[in-house]
């Protein structure tokens, strides 16, 4: 089986690669082809891989090509994890955002819009040479903002792509692990958009644990979204959120964080990635070595700021593993092999969620088999879940007017209408702001 990574020489390719090697069963992925527009950083990863695949029999193959088409032909699966702009481009919306007294953050707020905006256009290029190309292929969206590029693409390929992220399955992982249930016999009732969720019933056979959680403080505090958010915060809502929501309930404190902080996220790993390229560049240079001290850095500085606001500390050790590869394997897996699971994802709503139309991509938990993912019937979101989801979900339809449009208008409306940017005008300063600093919003008239 071939799979296409997109993106192939980004930084958390070779978390996808060391999980593909430890697959052994029939119908395994046999060749891997990376694709990446910077030859510099195809080389880079690709000697990770070499090293994660030194001691493994029959490691699958990997070929490299910054020739997309090429890339494409032949492709049973592809994952699609481009960052258009690079992490240049997103120390700047972060920056430029900041500067506006607004979020910045890569898929919250304004940060958020300008890079949708950027890989839209882009991501709707792919999604339609796919369907030239490899009209039988399965597509796994990494690329954020998840929700929204993943819906930008189904235009084109239908159901057959699908958007994944692993903040819902950690999110899941630890309630149970506070409970004292197996993650993997736990049903997760998780509802929302990509990074706007919530956990609202946790059942281990058939009985819902969440309110005994809710119930006892102690329990609450014990855990990284307790800290986050404050035990009396989750028993007011009645529900666990995504980490992402921190961003809304605890705005002011975030943002001035973030503006406090030495770095803003993506300039921290702008410059920590460019000193692990640049160390590849060194023929003796110990590449899997260097990844590895690299990626337990990231991991461990993830959200530092909000836990900082919050006194949450630092990360437990059980969560700077990731996870995303795990999640996006399964996928592959359950489709290819038609091994039936239950995964929470990023699909076309259908019917599933009452107030948002057909062709809304939500993240929801899916029974996934060799027909794709369909979403499972869940209970209405409250009211104040259901307010949240429904304006962002109006932002991300102007985003993709305005993408397809190019239509400087309608771009000052998405970021005006956001929840977390609060004057029209601070909109404008925004629309100019990233149409200045980005070749790649040009097309905005």
Same mark, same amino acid.
């Given at each position: 089986?071939?799979?296409?990574? =997109?993106? $192939?020489?980004?930084?958390?390719v070779p978390l996808?690669?060391?999980? =593909?090697?430890?697959?052994?069963?029939?119908?395994?992925?046999?060749? %891997?082809?990376?694709?990446?527009?910077?030859?510099?950083r195809l080389s880079a990863v690709a000697r990770v891989l070499a090293e994660q695949a030194a001691d493994v029999p029959d490691a699958p193959e990997v070929t490299v090509t910054t020739d997309l088409d090429e890339a494409l032909r032949g492709a049973d699966f592809v994952f699609s994890a481009i960052r258009v702009g690079g992490l240049e481009g997103r120390a700047a919306d972060e920056r430029i955002a900041l500067d506006q007294g607004v979020l910045g953050q890569e898929t919250v707020g304004a940060g958020g819009i300008a890079y949708g905006l950027r890989t839209v256009p882009v991501a709707v290029d792919i999604a339609q040479r796919v369907a030239r190309l490899a009209p039988d292929a399965w597509v796994i969206n990494f690329t954020n903002p998840a929700g929204l590029v993943t819906e930008a693409m189904s235009r084109h390929l239908g159901d057959r792509v699908i958007g994944i992220c692993d903040s819902p399955v950690g999110l899941g992982r630890r309630i149970a692990k506070v409970l004292g249930a197996d993650p993997r016999e736990a049903w997760i009732d998780? %509802? $929302?958009?990509?990074?706007?969720?919530? %956990?609202?019933?946790?059942?281990? /056979?058939?009985?819902?644990?969440?309110?005994?959680?809710?119930?006892?403080?102690?329990? =609450?505090?014990?855990?990284? *979204?307790?800290?986050?958010?404050?035990?009396?915060?989750?028993?007011?809502?009645g529900a666990v959120p995504n980490e992402y929501l921190h961003y809304y309930y605890f705005n002011r404190e975030a943002v001035r964080a973030y503006q406090e902080a030495e770095k803003t996220r993506g300039a921290f790993l702008r410059d920590q990635q460019a000193r692990f390229y640049e160390e590849m560049k060194r023929p003796d240079a110990g590449a899997l070595t260097a990844w590895d001290r690299t990626r337990a850095e990231r991991e461990a500085t993830y959200?530092? *700021?909000?836990? *900082?606001?919050?006194? /949450?500390?630092e990360r437990d050790a059980d969560d700077l593993s990731g996870g995303y590869e795990k999640v996006a394997l399964a996928l592959m897996r359950a489709i290819?092999?038609? *091994?039936?699971t239950t995964l929470i994802l990023n699909v076309r709503n259908r019917a599933t969620l009452g107030p948002l139309d057909a062709e809304a991509v939500i993240e929801v938990p899916c029974l996934v088999d060799a027909n794709g993912a369909h979403p499972v019937a869940v209970e209405p979101l409250p009211d104040h879940?259901?307010?949240?989801?429904? /304006?962002v979900k109006a932002v991300e339809r102007e985003i993709l007017?305005?993408?397809?449009? $190019?239509?400087?208008?309608?771009? %000052?409306k998405a970021f005006a209408l956001h929840p977390l940017v609060d004057s029209?005008?601070? /909109?404008?300063?925004?629309?100019? $702001?990233?149409t200045s600093a980005h070749p790649g919003l040009a097309y905005l008239a």
């Open positions: 089986m071939r799979l296409t990574i =997109l993106g $192939g020489g980004g930084f958390r996808v690669y060391g999980a =593909l090697l430890g697959d052994r069963a029939e119908g395994r992925v046999t060749h %891997v082809v990376l694709h990446d527009l910077d030859a510099g998780y %509802v $929302g958009l990509n990074h706007l969720g919530w %956990v609202r019933g946790l059942r281990v /056979a058939g009985r819902d644990e969440l309110p005994r959680l809710l119930a006892d403080p102690q329990l =609450l505090g014990s855990f990284e *979204e307790g800290k986050l958010f404050g035990p009396e915060w989750l028993q007011s809502l959200m530092s *700021e909000n836990r *900082e606001t919050a006194g /949450a500390g290819a092999r038609d *091994e039936r879940a259901t307010g949240l989801v429904c /304006a007017s305005a993408a397809e449009s $190019g239509s400087r208008t309608t771009a %000052v029209v005008n601070v /909109a404008r300063r925004l629309v100019d $702001g990233y």
